[in-house]
């Protein structure tokens, strides 16, 4: 695997290493703490995992971490699931968020871009003063620390500042965008029980307008724990009856006052997927959120207060809370609401540009989209602030790399990150002092210590494993909601290495110290005990212009056989005929591997999809293997449920 690609495409200049902030705190870190002043990353990464402690204690003081109470120690319990992180310390995660406005209270802490992408800021100042006034009304309201706040909101800065607000007086927020239907919205925030709902009249997308107002009043009357509601007109109505303005709550200007709670109290509750059964309620704390985005915003995307960090997300994604956790770092913030192609494909290069964005996030389909088109960013836009182009959501395939080289800048940092909303944070990834690999994440994050094990729970280098993590981070779930005994939370990522974080990922890690993510591990590929993940297939295939997308499902039969079918949906005009078929099975056996060629390629109406955009692969395995719809999916979760017949019935006629 580490042969493949000899030749880095990228290599940050010696200035660029320099400066890093990364560098800065390994020398600082050598000289205060014992860290390994020589051997660059990899020799710090070795002692950041060796030295676990030590290395977070570092991170605290570095980033001058306010601790209104001290620590006992670091870490007072290592074992997982369970660690406990800084016992005895209380702090405020929205006091370090707005801690830029004393220094720089005139300047932008968020711009906000809608699809007119024409950007309006909110400085620190203000953004201050609105999270004082919201967050002593919410105490007039009643909440405690520990309540649960919740929001039906697309990505604008009112969210922001009720988010502040509610990690300001110690509630614990939750969000889901107002392109969730009410089903999806109810399955998430009746598990938590919020007493407080943020809400819209309606939002814009794609040049339209969209009514939520019936979705609202159905969320109020299936949500009974509600003590007030907060209406903020997107679409210019009148707040429904009952319903307190936004307007009349941000009016006062108060200084905001930070309750300082224990590290491990709750900042948010995020939800997975959940392709099965209800979305699972995952609990993540103030203090460890606070530095594992410190860390990771700061050392490894490198931002500060000079940069503008833009990526595009909605408010359903925990991609949305880490670029709120930009205000960490004093960078400003980008929020753009709206379609990632409005008006045209380009639209969110455009949005970099009128921003003047330093780092851009986005997904690897949407790069993989713009190649396709044609678009061509550096041509079209003036893209010269932009240092880095970070993709998530899906590994960026080979092409995707070579495309953003070429298109955007042959000194473009270009990383692909992988993590999950399990911990609101990245495994691997961006490393602005080492070389880009075509095709490969840079390296594991400081402080974790990132594997591929086995079957047998051995580490295997150069061969794809199982992702785990074999050391505590400080972002993993406190708990789940509603989970008493803690038995969700263990059976889903303990069940497999006791005491190791088992992620349900394929990977490789390099012998040169970088990693490769293939795919799921609970829908790879296993032909004859070769195994490939599916981003693999979807990268050589997609290529084809015919094939708008796919989805690879492998199941294993009750004989023992194995069926391996390629479900395409075709770009406009194209026909599945006898001439595409061969070029689909020529692509897979030339470019992977003649074992992994499918059994069937079978044109579908369309691909389903989780509503944050991930191909659902094992719902659709568990249908084709003979299970109830009800059973194999949560309903509320799948972009277009339609779909999902199809395979329904193609199961049917098998069987």
Not at 423 to 438: K, M, R, Y
Not at 532 to 544: C, N
Request: charged share 20%; with cysteine.
């Amino acid at each position: 695997m580490s042969i493949v690609n000899p030749q880095p495409l990228w290599q940050p200049d010696p200035q660029r290493s320099a400066q890093a902030q990364v560098t800065r705190f390994q020398a600082w870190a050598a000289e205060r703490h014992g860290a390994p002043a020589e051997g660059g990353y990899p020799a710090l990464h070795r002692w950041s995992v060796d030295e676990l402690d030590t290395f977070w204690k570092a991170v605290t003081e570095w980033f001058d971490v306010r601790f209104s109470t001290p620590y006992a120690r670091v870490l007072g319990d290592r074992s997982m699931p369970g660690a406990e992180w800084f016992p005895g310390a209380t702090l405020n995660y929205a006091e370090h968020a707005l801690r830029a406005a004393a220094t720089r209270p005139d300047e932008p802490a968020l711009l906000h871009v809608d699809e007119t992408h024409d950007p309006r800021p909110v400085t620190w100042t203000e953004l201050r003063r609105q999270v004082g006034s919201l967050a002593a009304e919410l105490r007039a309201l009643g909440v405690r620390p520990g309540d649960r706040v919740s929001g039906y909101l697309p990505n604008i800065p009112q969210a922001v500042v009720a988010l502040l607000a509610t990690a300001a007086v110690g509630g614990v927020w939750t969000s889901c965008a107002p392109d969730f239907g009410a089903r999806s919205v109810l399955d998430r925030f009746q598990q938590v029980e919020p007493v407080v709902l943020f809400t819209v009249d309606g939002y814009r997308y794609g040049g339209k307008e969209h009514d939520r107002r019936e979705t609202v009043a159905e969320l109020r009357r299936e949500l009974p724990t509600l003590r007030a509601v907060v209406h903020i007109p997107v679409l210019g109505t009148e707040a429904p009856e009952g319903a307190l303005e936004w307007s009349a709550l941000t009016a006062a200007d108060v200084e905001p006052v930070f309750e300082q709670v224990p590290f491990e109290h709750p900042l948010w509750v995020l939800y997975s997927s959940g392709t099965t059964g209800l979305p699972k309620a995952i609990v993540q704390s103030q203090g460890g959120i606070l530095v594992e985005h410190l860390k990771q915003l700061g050392l490894h995307c490198d931002l500060g207060p000079e940069d503008r960090f833009f990526w595009y997300t909605s408010t359903g994604w925990m991609m949305w809370n880490f670029l709120v956790s930009g205000l960490l770092t004093g960078t400003t913030v980008v929020l753009y609401d709206g379609s990632p192609g409005y008006p045209d494909t380009g639209a969110q290069w455009r949005v970099a540009e009128r921003t003047g964005a330093t780092l851009y996030g986005t997904s690897a389909a949407y790069v993989m989209a713009c190649r396709k088109a044609g678009v061509h960013p550096s041509r079209d836009f003036d893209l010269s602030r932009v240092r880095c182009v970070a993709t998530t959501g899906s590994p960026l395939p080979p092409d995707g790399f070579r495309w953003l080289h070429d298109e955007v800048g042959d000194d473009l940092w270009i990383a692909s990150v992988s993590g999950g909303t399990d911990v609101c944070s990245c495994f691997a990834g961006a490393v602005p002092t080492l070389p880009v690999h075509i095709g490969e994440l840079q390296a594991p994050g400081l402080g974790t210590d990132l594997q591929s094990w086995d079957p047998d729970g051995r580490p295997v280098v150069d061969e794809v494993g199982e992702l785990v993590v074999t050391n505590p981070m400080p972002s993993m779930p406190v708990r789940f909601w509603n989970d008493p005994d803690g038995s969700r939370y263990h059976d889903s990522y303990f069940d497999t290495y006791p005491g190791v974080w088992r992620h349900g990922d394929w990977i490789t890690v390099t012998s040169r110290g970088s990693v490769v993510i293939h795919g799921r591990s609970d829908s790879t590929l296993n032909r004859q005990g070769v195994r490939m993940g599916s981003a693999d297939i979807y990268e050589a295939v997609e290529r084809l212009p015919e094939i708008k997308e796919s989805l690879v499902i492998g199941v294993e039969q009750p004989d023992g056989g194995y069926w391996m079918p390629l479900f395409v949906h075709l770009a406009p005009g194209a026909v599945l005929d006898d001439t595409l078929l061969d070029r689909i099975k020529r692509t897979i056996r030339e470019q992977l591997s003649p074992r992994h060629v499918p059994d069937e390629v079978i044109e579908v109406p369309g691909i389903p999809h989780t509503l944050t955009g991930k191909r659902i692969e094992v719902p659709v395995k568990r249908l084709l293997q003979g299970t109830a719809l009800e059973k194999a999916v949560n309903p509320g979760s799948i972009d277009n449920l339609e779909l999902l017949h199809f395979y329904e019935d193609l199961a049917r006629k098998r069987a």
